[in-house]
Every structure is written in structure tokens, then in C-alpha cells.
């Protein structure tokens, strides 16, 4: 029978899902513990169609696909990396089962930013999305230092030199509050960047004379963090978010 391009080592399939070395996966197929379409095959080097074929470990039937794309609602204290000597980065935060996927953070958040971070192993898509010249929009909502309102949205719109002396693209600046209390002025705005340089908004308003003092990132692209996402929790795109991600990397 012939399966086309689309087969593959079984081996390969199963090491793809995190069930192991090649040696460990010949070990389970020489068990039996391993399936192709109901029968123990004799080795596990036999093509099979990860897609079409039906295979199972300890009689589960497994889900294959090729990439995983998850969205993760970022809390503070930990960083945007795939593995750190100090801190808990970000793949902490994801189950072995999809950490086998290999996923990594596309982009990076401060380790004191919470909010929207894409993780995927589609390299293609990541780079694409983070590349300076396809100018992907990235939507911020912070607490800042003082009373931010029209001179500052112009400033931004304009583009204002950051301490190393670039000038940043135009952004758009909301003000969504101006609070005062008793540790004074504060204001909630709503920031969107259409480039990512270091501690960009962070940058922004010490630029204009502010202090960023709470930072979260709502979205990115054509993709808003889910608001009943919990902070350090985490969930697959669904269906119709992938399509979307590939319609819009499509139109970049
Ligand atoms: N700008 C910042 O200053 N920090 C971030 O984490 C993201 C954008």
C-alpha cells in the first residue's frame, strides 16, 4: 500500500510526541505496548502515516500533529525564555506533554510584564511575527507615573528618542484613566507599538518624563489574550485562532 510523502519512521512520529529516545520507543514496540492499525508491529522503523494511520501506546490512540501553538497568560517573576540558571522561565508553566513538542516564547515580555505570549514550535510563523520588517502591532495596557493625556499621544504619534537615541515609529496612545490618590497622579493607558526594541514602553515613558509602574500586554497581531485565562495558567489556539494567524502572517 502506498501512503505517499506523509509517512514516516514510527519512531519518529512517536519521539515527535515526547514518548522518548529511538531506543526507548523500540523498547515499547518490542513490549507490544505500541500499535499500527491494531497490530504490534515487528519494528519500530516501519512507515507509518502519523495522520491516516491508527496508532496507540498502552491501547490510547495518539493525537498527532506537527505544531502546537498556545497562548499564555504571562504573571510577573518569571522569564520569557526556554531555560534560565536563576528563574522559573516560562516553559515551566506548560505540561512535559507539550514541553515534548518543544515550544518556545515568541518574542519576550519583562520578567515584571504579565499578559499575552504566543508559544509555538512553528519557527516559520515566529519568524515571521517578530520580524522588524512586517511591523506586527503589539497592544499594551499599563499603570504609569502622572497625568498622561494629549501632549504625550503626540509625542508618540510622532515618534519620541529613546535614552540610546532611536526614534521610535508612531504609536497610538490611549488614556483609558487619570487616578489620583494618596501616592499621587497615575494613569491607565492603552499603548500600541508596531516594533518591539528593548523595554520598549518601558523606554517610551521615561521618554517623556513617566515611569511605567505596572505593564501587561493585551494582544498581538490579530490575536487578544483571553480574559478568562488566569495568570500563569494556559491554553491551545483553537482551530479557527490558527487559521487566522496564518491568513494574517500570510498578508505581512
Ligand atoms: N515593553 C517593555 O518595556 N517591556 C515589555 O515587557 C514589553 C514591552
Do not use: C, W
Not at 510577573?76 to 515550544?103: H, K, M, W, Y
Not at 521610535?168 to 500600541?192: N, Y
Amino acid at each position: 500500500m502506498s501512503k505517499g510523502k506523509k509517512t514516516q519512521r514510527l519512531d519518529k512520529i512517536l519521539g515527535h510526541l515526547g514518548y522518548g529516545s529511538r531506543t526507548d520507543i523500540k523498547k515499547m514496540v518490542k513490549q507490544g505496548r505500541v500499535t499500527l492499525n491494531g497490530t504490534v508491529p515487528k519494528d519500530s522503523g516501519i512507515q507509518a502515516d502519523p495522520y491516516e494511520d491508527r496508532i496507540a501506546v498502552d491501547g490510547e490512540n495518539i493525537d498527532y500533529r506537527e505544531f502546537v501553538y498556545l497562548m499564555l497568560n504571562k504573571p510577573q517573576g518569571v522569564i520569557s525564555a526556554t531555560e534560565d540558571n536563576r528563574d522559573r522561565t516560562v516553559l515551566d508553566l506548560i505540561p512535559a506533554e507539550l514541553r515534548a513538542f518543544s515550544p518556545f516564547p515568541v518574542g519576550r515580555l519583562d520578567k515584571d510584564t504579565e499578559g499575552f505570549l504566543l508559544l509555538t514550535n512553528d519557527g516559520q510563523l515566529a519568524h515571521d511575527l517578530l520580524s522588524p520588517r512586517k511591523h506586527v502591532p503589539k497592544t499594551y495596557e499599563a499603570r504609569v507615573l502622572g497625568e498622561i493625556g494629549e501632549r504625550e499621544a503626540a509625542l508618540f504619534r510622532e515618534g519620541v528618542a529613546l535614552d540610546d537615541g532611536y526614534v521610535t515609529l508612531p504609536a497610538e496612545l490611549e488614556v483609558l484613566e487619570v487616578m489620583r490618590g494618596e501616592e499621587g497622579v497615575q494613569s491607565h493607558i492603552r499603548l500600541t507599538l508596531s516594533e518591539g526594541k528593548f523595554h520598549q514602553v518601558k523606554r517610551m515613558f521615561m521618554a517623556v518624563g513617566s515611569r511605567v509602574m505596572y505593564l501587561k500586554r493585551v494582544s498581538m497581531g490579530p490575536l487578544a489574550l483571553d480574559d478568562s485565562l488566569a495568570l500563569g495558567t494556559f491554553r491551545e489556539l483553537t482551530e479557527a485562532e490558527v487559521e487566522l494567524l496564518k491568513t494574517y502572517k500570510k498578508s505581512l
